[in-house]
């Protein structure tokens, strides 16, 4: 209980694709991909940050 299967994954796709349309997923997806490459890369560039005082 709680946890979804691929049926239910399936269907929650279709439901998506149906309310967004093709495109728009599309646009959403790369919005999303640009958005976790930018919190990556200022995570590791905090963490740099870091090392760098640490080392001083």
């Given at each position: 209980m709680g946890s979804f299967g691929l049926?239910?994954?399936?269907?929650?796709?279709?439901?998506?694709?149906?309310?967004f349309g093709g495109s728009r997923?599309?646009?959403?997806?790369?919005?999303?991909g640009e958005g976790i490459r930018e919190f990556k890369?200022?995570?590791s560039g905090?963490?740099?940050k870091k090392d760098n005082e640490e080392k001083k």
């Open positions: 049926p239910e994954l399936l269907v929650i796709f279709l439901i998506v694709l149906l309310l997923i599309k646009d959403v997806g790369r919005s999303l890369k200022a995570m905090s963490s740099d």
